[in-house]
């Protein structure tokens, strides 16, 4: 298996593609069975430098998860010459804003 193809697959089961902006929350849900599951079969295929260290995709607080998942997606994407790119919209609930971050795949 080439490393395009894993890393392709990879970012279809987070739900991450070009055509669409994905939730944060999809790619957090997304997590467990697209790196977590794979993580051997990835250490064997990709250079380490883009593996990295994984042991924060197992923190119980999202915060660390989420940023520790995004960093590892931007590795990947930057080994197909691409980028992921964000988008937030902004929403007033209750007199308070709310952030809500959304993703998308930009290959060159």
Sequence with gaps: ???????????AQLGLSTADWT????????CAAAVLAQQEVLENLLPKRVVGNLSLLHSDIPLTRRKSLLSFCRRLAAELDGAIIRRRTQKRVQNKTISKYSYRLIRA
């Design 1 to 11: 298996m080439s490393t395009h193809s894993v890393i392709m697959q990879i970012f």
């Design 23 to 30: 939730a944060l929350e999809t790619i957090d849900a997304g």
